[in-house]
């Protein structure tokens, strides 16, 4: 499976044999989720997978929808419909799914403890109202943890949608354009996305192991390993989207590795990174930085760590953002404004997910409290549910 190139960075220069070692797998066990006590030591354990691990094995990662879990979808699709009530107001005690509900939990303990990443496949968008895929998206999600706004707007269902921003600005997030998006993290503990409609040629989906890519670069660079742990190094971008509890300050700070109570948390965003040097109170990316950026995303986009596959309607992804990276492929789209590629998404946070650092409360809305972190907040804005790209 080809690897994503990475669009719009500097030229950066990594020691030619650091990039020419061949990927390995870490033989023995060293330390798992939850036990991690050594920093700059590789982490074992499922999420540490690589492609080769997954690449023929389809089915370990894919559940399909049954007739009798679609069944229950369409109930409780039709049941929010006929009670007028908004769709972020549906409660998870509110719907019944005997069924699915059992299956929803298992995988969403998967995708917290396990390998972190999951497909689900048969929504049945095709025959659905716009309404209706909301509703269903929602509904599903409430199985996985308390959805939180995606954008400053306050949509709690964000809209993956070319809207005709301009990529090369400072302040466009790159789901609203048809460009390439580089391996990344959300602003979540989840993210979950929902596709109705594929583009015409292109926008593939790509993720890989962000504890892989860790442990290769602690084989292979370990002094850039530190780099991407030091605080006070990491900058991201806001683009625009400034809190009222940032003072107004139109960035933060926020290592790549980040070891807590046992686990390893990675986020990353270089494009955020690069673009923070917009701001001159911002220090200037070392030579050091740009290495690890470079190194980080050879590594991730390469073939032995890199999963890649096309996501149709009806088709959920769904990742771990402290464990797996994501990425996107530039896209063509359809001329015809219905048929454009138009995916949903889900931003997510369970009550039974990992402690964070304290730190971590400037990507995630403000707060690190289990189940209720995660976001973007601004001015007070109230939550809705768009039922189109704004």
């Known amino acids: 499976m080809p690897g994503l190139p990475f669009t719009g960075a500097q030229h950066v220069s990594v020691p030619l044999e650091a990039l020419q070692q061949p990927i390995k797998q870490v033989k023995q066990p060293k330390q798992v989720q939850g036990s991690v006590t050594r920093q700059f030591e590789p982490v074992d354990g499922p999420s540490a997978w690589v492609a080769a691990d997954y690449r023929n094995r389809t089915d370990a990662w894919t559940y399909h929808l049954s007739d009798a879990d679609i069944a ?17 107001d549906v409660a998870r005690d509110s719907v019944h799914l005997p069924t699915l509900g059992p299956r929803l939990l298992a995988i969403r303990e998967e995708i917290i403890r396990g390998r972190g990443f999951q497909v689900i496949k048969g929504v049945p968008v095709e025959r659905y109202s716009r309404r209706e895929s909301l509703i ?161 995303d050879e590594l991730a986009a390469s073939p032995e760590l890199a999963m890649t596959g096309r996501l149709e309607p009806g088709d959920i992804q769904l990742l771990n953002n402290h464990t797996i990276l994501h990425a996107r492929s530039a896209f063509t789209d359809h001329l015809e404004v219905d048929e454009k590629r138009h995916l949903l998404r889900l931003w997510l946070s369970p009550e039974n997910d990992r402690p964070l650092p304290s ?28 039922e189109e790209a704004e």
């Open 136 to 296: 269903a998206y929602w509904v599903i999600g409430l199985w996985f943890g308390k959805a939180v706004s995606n954008n400053k707007k306050g949509h709690l269902i964000g809209h993956i949608k070319d809207i005709g921003h301009d990529p090369s600005l400072p302040t466009t997030r790159l789901y609203a354009t048809t460009a390439a998006q580089p391996f990344h993290n959300d602003s979540s503990d989840i993210v979950g996305l929902l596709c109705l409609k594929n583009a015409r040629e292109g926008g593939e989906s790509s993720w890989a192991s962000s504890v892989a890519v860790h442990n290769e670069i602690v084989r292979r660079a370990p002094h850039l390993a530190r780099e991407l742990a030091r605080r006070g190094a990491w900058y991201f971008d806001r683009k625009g989207e400034v809190p009222d509890r940032s003072n107004g300050l139109g960035w933060f700070e926020l290592p790549v590795f980040n070891y807590h109570e046992g686990y390893l948390s990675t986020n990353y965003s270089p494009n955020y990174y690069f673009s923070s040097q917009r701001h001159p109170e911002v220090p200037r990316l070392t030579q050091d930085q740009k290495d690890a950026i470079q190194l980080f």
């Open 359 to 386: 730190y971590y409360a400037e990507l995630l809305g403000g707060s690190i409290d289990i189940g209720n972190r995660g976001g973007i907040q601004v001015g007070g804005r109230k939550l809705v549910i768009s």
């Open 72 to 88: 229950e979808l369409d109930t409780a699709v039709a049941n929010v419909q006929h009670s007028g009530v908004e769709i972020q």
